[in-house]
Protein backbone atom coordinates (compact mmCIF):
# COMPACT_ATOMS: atom_id res chain seq x y z
CA UNK A 1 0.00 0.00 0.00
CA UNK A 2 0.86 3.70 -0.97
CA UNK A 3 2.31 5.82 1.95
CA UNK A 4 -1.15 7.98 0.67
CA UNK A 5 -2.85 5.83 1.72
CA UNK A 6 -1.35 5.08 4.83
CA UNK A 7 -1.71 8.63 6.09
CA UNK A 8 -5.83 8.15 4.63
CA UNK A 9 -6.41 5.67 7.25
CA UNK A 10 -4.57 7.43 9.77
CA UNK A 11 -6.35 10.59 9.87
CA UNK A 12 -9.66 9.00 10.25
CA UNK A 13 -7.67 8.89 14.07
CA UNK A 14 -7.37 12.59 15.35
CA UNK A 15 -5.60 12.14 18.54
CA UNK A 16 -2.11 12.33 17.45
CA UNK A 17 -0.75 9.65 19.24
CA UNK A 18 -3.37 7.29 17.31
CA UNK A 19 -2.21 9.02 14.06
CA UNK A 20 1.35 8.24 14.25
CA UNK A 21 0.51 4.51 15.66
CA UNK A 22 -1.93 4.16 12.88
CA UNK A 23 0.74 4.72 10.46
CA UNK A 24 3.96 2.78 11.85
CA UNK A 25 1.43 0.08 12.23
CA UNK A 26 0.92 -0.15 8.13
CA UNK A 27 4.27 0.84 6.88
CA UNK A 28 5.76 -1.84 9.29
CA UNK A 29 3.27 -4.63 9.91
CA UNK A 30 2.62 -7.42 8.02
CA UNK A 31 -0.45 -8.46 9.20
CA UNK A 32 -2.99 -6.56 7.85
CA UNK A 33 -1.71 -7.51 4.21
CA UNK A 34 -1.41 -11.18 5.49
CA UNK A 35 -5.40 -10.96 6.44
CA UNK A 36 -6.59 -9.35 3.06
CA UNK A 37 -4.60 -12.21 1.42
CA UNK A 38 -6.37 -14.84 3.17
CA UNK A 39 -10.05 -13.52 2.83
CA UNK A 40 -9.55 -12.21 -1.48
CA UNK A 41 -12.36 -13.30 -2.78
CA UNK A 42 -14.35 -14.69 0.20
CA UNK A 43 -18.08 -12.88 0.34
CA UNK A 44 -19.03 -14.08 4.15
CA UNK A 45 -19.04 -11.93 7.03
CA UNK A 46 -16.06 -11.54 9.61
CA UNK A 47 -16.00 -11.16 13.23
CA UNK A 48 -12.69 -9.57 14.40
CA UNK A 49 -11.56 -10.24 17.98
CA UNK A 50 -9.26 -7.41 19.49
CA UNK A 51 -9.91 -5.04 16.91
CA UNK A 52 -8.49 -2.03 18.66
CA UNK A 53 -8.84 1.21 16.82
CA UNK A 54 -10.17 -0.90 13.60
CA UNK A 55 -7.15 -0.31 11.67
CA UNK A 56 -7.83 -3.76 10.33
CA UNK A 57 -11.63 -3.10 9.07
CA UNK A 58 -10.65 -0.15 7.64
CA UNK A 59 -7.35 -1.21 5.66
CA UNK A 60 -10.10 -4.29 4.21
CA UNK A 61 -12.19 -1.66 2.82
CA UNK A 62 -9.57 0.27 1.29
CA UNK A 63 -8.62 -2.71 -0.15
CA UNK A 64 -11.43 -2.86 -1.63
CA UNK A 65 -13.58 -5.89 0.82
CA UNK A 66 -17.63 -5.15 0.59
CA UNK A 67 -18.39 -7.59 3.34
CA UNK A 68 -19.90 -6.85 6.68
CA UNK A 69 -17.15 -6.29 9.03
CA UNK A 70 -18.56 -6.67 13.28
CA UNK A 71 -15.07 -5.99 15.37
CA UNK A 72 -14.98 -6.34 19.26
CA UNK A 73 -12.33 -5.06 21.58
CA UNK A 74 -12.30 -4.37 25.69
CA UNK A 75 -11.21 -1.22 24.91
CA UNK A 76 -13.99 1.21 25.14
CA UNK A 77 -11.51 4.20 24.66
CA UNK A 78 -10.63 2.07 21.25
CA UNK A 79 -13.91 1.33 20.44
CA UNK A 80 -14.87 5.21 20.90
CA UNK A 81 -12.40 6.33 17.99
CA UNK A 82 -13.07 3.12 15.29
CA UNK A 83 -16.88 3.98 15.84
CA UNK A 84 -15.98 8.24 15.34
CA UNK A 85 -14.37 7.11 12.72
CA UNK A 86 -16.82 5.43 10.73
CA UNK A 87 -18.56 8.95 9.57
CA UNK A 88 -15.28 10.00 8.21
CA UNK A 89 -14.19 7.47 5.93
CA UNK A 90 -17.30 7.54 4.28
CA UNK A 91 -17.29 3.06 4.43
CA UNK A 92 -20.56 1.15 5.29
CA UNK A 93 -21.18 -2.33 6.25
CA UNK A 94 -18.61 -1.51 9.64
CA UNK A 95 -19.08 -1.95 13.46
CA UNK A 96 -17.52 -1.95 16.45
CA UNK A 97 -18.74 -2.21 20.11
CA UNK A 98 -17.45 -3.13 23.44
CA UNK A 99 -17.11 -6.75 24.55
CA UNK A 100 -14.90 -9.25 26.20
CA UNK A 101 -14.37 -12.43 25.13
CA UNK A 102 -14.35 -13.84 27.94
CA UNK A 103 -17.65 -13.89 28.33
CA UNK A 104 -18.75 -15.40 25.16
CA UNK A 105 -18.90 -14.52 21.31
CA UNK A 106 -21.86 -13.05 19.37
CA UNK A 107 -23.82 -15.09 17.23
CA UNK A 108 -22.00 -15.46 13.94
CA UNK A 109 -21.21 -17.32 10.96
CA UNK A 110 -18.64 -16.27 8.67
CA UNK A 111 -14.90 -15.91 8.98
CA UNK A 112 -13.00 -14.63 12.23
CA UNK A 113 -9.83 -13.18 13.07
CA UNK A 114 -8.07 -13.03 16.53
CA UNK A 115 -5.12 -10.37 16.72
CA UNK A 116 -3.15 -10.23 19.45
CA UNK A 117 -5.01 -10.87 22.38
CA UNK A 118 -4.53 -14.95 23.23
CA UNK A 119 -1.74 -13.54 25.69
CA UNK A 120 -3.57 -11.99 28.04
CA UNK A 121 -6.04 -14.78 28.74
CA UNK A 122 -5.23 -18.19 30.84
CA UNK A 123 -4.86 -21.59 28.96
CA UNK A 124 -7.89 -22.46 30.15
CA UNK A 125 -9.56 -19.21 28.70
CA UNK A 126 -7.58 -19.36 25.29
CA UNK A 127 -9.38 -22.71 24.61
CA UNK A 128 -12.22 -21.80 25.17
CA UNK A 129 -12.03 -19.08 23.01
CA UNK A 130 -10.53 -20.75 20.28
CA UNK A 131 -12.75 -23.23 20.14
CA UNK A 132 -15.51 -21.12 20.01
CA UNK A 133 -14.58 -18.93 17.38
CA UNK A 134 -14.22 -22.23 15.58
CA UNK A 135 -17.85 -23.26 15.96
CA UNK A 136 -18.06 -19.43 14.91
CA UNK A 137 -16.52 -20.16 11.41
CA UNK A 138 -18.20 -20.54 8.87
CA UNK A 139 -17.54 -24.58 6.54
CA UNK A 140 -15.48 -23.36 4.11
CA UNK A 141 -14.59 -19.86 5.72
CA UNK A 142 -10.90 -19.14 7.97
CA UNK A 143 -10.30 -18.88 11.34
CA UNK A 144 -7.29 -16.22 11.30
CA UNK A 145 -5.25 -15.33 14.21
CA UNK A 146 -1.94 -13.80 15.02
CA UNK A 147 -0.35 -14.78 18.29
CA UNK A 148 3.02 -14.50 19.80
CA UNK A 149 4.35 -18.00 20.44
CA UNK A 150 6.06 -19.20 23.11
CA UNK A 151 9.44 -21.21 22.56
CA UNK A 152 13.20 -20.55 23.05
CA UNK A 153 13.95 -17.64 20.78
CA UNK A 154 15.10 -14.38 21.12
CA UNK A 155 12.28 -13.78 19.51
CA UNK A 156 10.17 -14.88 22.05
CA UNK A 157 11.89 -12.39 24.92
CA UNK A 158 11.10 -9.30 23.02
CA UNK A 159 7.69 -9.86 22.49
CA UNK A 160 7.11 -10.85 26.28
CA UNK A 161 8.83 -7.44 26.86
CA UNK A 162 7.14 -5.22 24.07
CA UNK A 163 3.63 -6.90 25.55
CA UNK A 164 5.23 -5.92 29.32
CA UNK A 165 6.19 -1.89 28.19
CA UNK A 166 2.49 -2.21 26.38
CA UNK A 167 1.03 -2.76 29.82
CA UNK A 168 3.01 -0.10 31.52
CA UNK A 169 2.68 2.91 28.89
CA UNK A 170 -1.34 1.89 29.51
CA UNK A 171 -1.76 1.35 25.67
CA UNK A 172 -2.89 -1.86 26.83
CA UNK A 173 -5.27 -2.36 29.86
CA UNK A 174 -3.48 -5.59 30.70
CA UNK A 175 -0.40 -7.22 30.93
CA UNK A 176 0.70 -11.26 29.18
CA UNK A 177 -0.46 -14.05 30.69
CA UNK A 178 0.11 -17.01 29.09
CA UNK A 179 1.39 -17.61 25.39
CA UNK A 180 0.18 -20.76 23.52
CA UNK A 181 2.48 -22.59 21.67
CA UNK A 182 2.18 -23.81 18.27
CA UNK A 183 1.46 -27.48 19.56
CA UNK A 184 -1.64 -25.98 21.60
CA UNK A 185 -3.00 -24.32 18.59
CA UNK A 186 -3.06 -27.62 16.60
CA UNK A 187 -4.60 -29.69 19.43
CA UNK A 188 -7.29 -27.51 19.48
CA UNK A 189 -8.23 -26.43 16.35
CA UNK A 190 -7.62 -29.39 13.96
CA UNK A 191 -10.27 -31.43 15.03
CA UNK A 192 -12.48 -28.41 12.93
CA UNK A 193 -10.11 -28.53 9.99
CA UNK A 194 -6.84 -27.56 8.67
CA UNK A 195 -4.43 -25.77 10.22
CA UNK A 196 -1.49 -23.68 9.07
CA UNK A 197 1.41 -21.87 11.45
CA UNK A 198 3.50 -19.50 9.72
CA UNK A 199 5.64 -16.89 11.11
CA UNK A 200 4.37 -13.34 10.42
CA UNK A 201 7.14 -11.45 11.90
CA UNK A 202 8.01 -9.29 8.36
CA UNK A 203 10.44 -6.46 9.40
CA UNK A 204 9.75 -6.49 13.11
CA UNK A 205 11.84 -8.24 15.91
CA UNK A 206 8.57 -9.89 17.58
CA UNK A 207 7.77 -13.66 17.35
CA UNK A 208 4.34 -13.31 15.72
CA UNK A 209 2.58 -15.93 13.89
CA UNK A 210 -0.42 -16.87 11.72
CA UNK A 211 -2.47 -19.20 12.67
CA UNK A 212 -4.99 -20.24 9.91
CA UNK A 213 -8.17 -23.14 10.28
CA UNK A 214 -9.65 -24.05 6.87
CA UNK A 215 -12.88 -25.04 8.82
CA UNK A 216 -14.17 -28.16 7.08
Known amino acids: MSDSIHKRIARL??????????RSKLATDPLYDAIDRELNGSALPLLDLGCGLGVLAYYLREKGSTFPIHSF????????NANNAI????FDGLSFAFHDARNGLPEHSGNVTILDILQFFTP???????SQAATHTAPGGKLIIRSGLRDT?????VTVAGDILAKATFWMKAAPTHYPTADDFSR???PFGNVTITPL?????FNNHLVVLQRK
Open 13 to 22: FPEKGHYYYV
Open 73 to 80: DYDSHKIK
Open 87 to 90: AVSG
Open 124 to 130: EQQETLL
Open 153 to 157: SWRFR
Open 188 to 190: ILS
Open 201 to 205: WGGTP
